[in-house]
């Protein structure tokens, strides 16, 4: 079993919708979770950013941490075609020389 | 700020020929790394440079070499290129102001053949 595990999709929406992208993790020393972004033929570009549980809001994109579950979300609101890319997910703890651990990626579609 | 910077954008090599792909940041990062990523296969870790002066095998290291030219460059080399290495390669890297948050290159497009 992987350490991080993601749904590779893809999960095609229609514009304006509400997605809801998942990670589940094994490791509970994990603290530093992340996402990233990655749009087709360039490299992932670092999207949010938390640290331990709860939420945190950018703009349209919330993540969310649920250390007792082991898992992540990332939310986007009233989503657009420009959101249409693969979403990674990351994590590491404290003192793994900066190493993060990775989901496989999950391609989102977002229909106009 | 150009961030990381990676060249060459595409390769096409023969089995067996040798080339270095090269990466440069500019954000005065301690930590570099560098990954492939393949269909279904997701990233994964190479090798990576804690720091200046040190380099560590990651999680698929076999076929690859590495230096650390200075804290600024971290090159990786195909000694022997093989079909299975036809990947695309990202180098990235990561500083304290940052968090544990990383910078990615653009890639590099390689296929052997």
């Known amino acids: 079993q992987k350490e991080v595990e993601q749904d590779p999709g893809p999960l095609s929406v229609p514009e304006g919708a509400i997605v809801s992208l998942n990670c589940t993790y094994s490791n509970s020393a994990f603290q530093y979770f992340m996402w990233y972004r990655q749009y087709s033929r360039k490299g992932p570009e670092l999207l949010m950013y938390t640290y331990s549980s709860g939420n945190k809001e950018d703009g349209r994109f919330t993540a969310q941490v649920d250390k007792s579950s082991k898992y992540i979300s990332l939310f986007i609101r009233d989503s657009q075609p420009s959101d249409s890319a693969t979403y990674l997910c990351a994590m590491t703890n404290a003192g793994n020389n900066r190493k993060l651990i990775w989901g496989l990626g999950t391609s989102l579609g977002v229909n106009p | 700020n150009a961030g990381v910077t990676q060249t060459p954008k595409f390769q096409v090599l023969k089995t067996g020929q040798s080339m270095t792909l090269q990466c440069a940041q500019d954000?005065?990062?301690?930590?570099m790394y560098w990954y492939r990523q393949d269909p279904g296969m997701g990233l994964r870790l190479i090798y990576y440079?804690?720091?200046?002066?040190?380099?560590d095998k990651g999680e698929v290291p076999n076929g690859y070499n590495v230096s650390r030219l200075n804290k600024r460059e971290f090159s990786l080399r195909l000694e022997s290129a093989a079909p299975s290495q036809t990947s695309v390669y990202f180098c990235?890297?990561?500083?304290?102001?940052?968090?544990?948050?990383?910078?990615f290159g653009s890639g590099t497009r390689l296929t052997v053949v």
């Open positions: 954000m005065n990062h301690n930590s």
């Open positions: 440079s804690a720091s200046e002066g040190t380099t």
């Open positions: 990235a890297s990561s500083g304290q102001e940052g968090g544990y948050g990383y910078t």
